[in-house]
């Protein structure tokens, strides 16, 4: 399985940018995909989650109500909505697939529950 991330790029505080994950292959019935990022000297962090099959999705707080993860089966895609920018969302953004399929915040947050990565895309928010 593959996963090819892409949508990154430069942008200013308050702009909007949508990142999209394509997938070579589904890898199941029901499980899940998340979104990751990793700023400059910092460690990768988790963002949010989707099902795939069900659509529901979950965010980290650091993010709630600003970005918006979405799917098409049609297309094996996911998508990351990313609305009012700030610096400090700078960061490399990996989607990962092979996840976990319920909304268990420990499992959703953990690298570890996802067996596929993507190649990460790089967003830069200037102010």
């Known amino acids: 399985v593959q996963l090819q991330a892409s949508g990154g790029g430069l942008v200013q505080a308050g702009d909007s940018l949508r990142l999209s994950c394509v997938v070579s292959?589904?890898?199941?019935?029901?499980?899940?995909m998340g979104w990751f990022r990793q700023a400059p000297g910092k460690e990768r962090e988790f963002i949010g989650w989707?099902?795939?099959?069900?659509?529901?999705?979950s965010y980290a707080d650091s993010v709630k109500g600003r970005f918006d993860i979405s799917r098409d089966n049609a297309k094996n895609t996911m998508y990351l909505q990313m609305n009012s920018l700030k610096p400090e969302d700078t960061a490399v953004y990996y989607c990962?697939?092979?996840?976990?399929?319920?909304?268990?915040?420990?499992?959703?947050?953990?690298?570890?529950?996802?067996?596929?990565w993507g190649q990460g895309t790089l967003v830069t928010v200037s102010s």
């Open positions: 292959r589904r890898t199941g019935t029901n499980y899940g």
């Open positions: 990962a697939a092979d996840g976990p399929p319920f909304a268990i915040l420990s499992a959703m947050r953990s690298e570890s529950s996802y067996n596929y």
């Open positions: 989707i099902n795939w099959t069900t659509g529901s999705t």
